[in-house]
């Protein structure tokens, strides 16, 4: 049996992780939702496809802006010896350009939601293939883009959901 003091300290260990670690969890977790519906063209269709395509660059920029500051202090450690942020940066930096030209052709292709604004773009056959290719790399990379964070991924959802083997407080009767 659980008492109060217990589920107390429970509560606090999850107050504990600061909102911008929450923000930045749910925020990810919801662009790797996006990207994944985003890529299942044959699942959304055409329409539903291109608005994710806007809608994930944007929230691309929001990400980058929520992580510059890791970004200069990543790219400043960049002749350290850690070999690690070498690797997630450089990683990183593949998925920037990648997504970068995957969303911006992807525009410059659009068949539905541009010209249901009333924007009409280039398109043509360099721009599709570019944009085919680039969500193939983006595809390999999204994976390792989270295996490398793969520890904080799992710390922070632990902590979030409270999920301690063998630990977790069971709500009393009432």
């Not at 969500?135 to 390999?140: F, K, S």
Request: with cysteine; aromatic share 10%; net charge positive.
């Amino acid at each position: 049996m659980t008492t109060q003091a217990g589920t107390d300290s429970w509560l606090a260990r999850r107050r504990r992780i600061a909102a911008r670690t929450r923000l930045d969890f749910w925020f990810d977790a919801v662009l790797l939702l996006g990207y994944t519906l985003a890529y299942s063209y044959g699942f959304t269709g055409i329409a539903i496809h291109e608005w994710l395509g806007i809608g994930l660059g944007l929230a691309l920029l929001v990400h980058l802006t929520l992580h510059w500051d890791w970004v200069l202090r990543t790219t400043a450690r960049l002749l350290s010896p850690r070999g690690n942020d070498k690797v997630i940066w450089l990683v990183n930096l593949a998925l920037l350009f990648g997504m970068t030209l995957c969303v911006a052709s992807g525009i410059l292709i659009s068949r539905v939601a541009l010209p249901q604004v009333g924007i009409y773009p280039l398109g043509g056959p360099f721009w599709t293939r570019l944009h085919i290719l680039t969500a193939e790399v983006t595809l390999g990379l999204v994976p390792v883009h989270v295996a490398l964070r793969w520890r904080w991924i799992v710390r922070v959802a632990r902590r979030m959901l409270a999920w301690r083997p063998g630990r977790r407080p069971r709500r009393r009767p009432g």
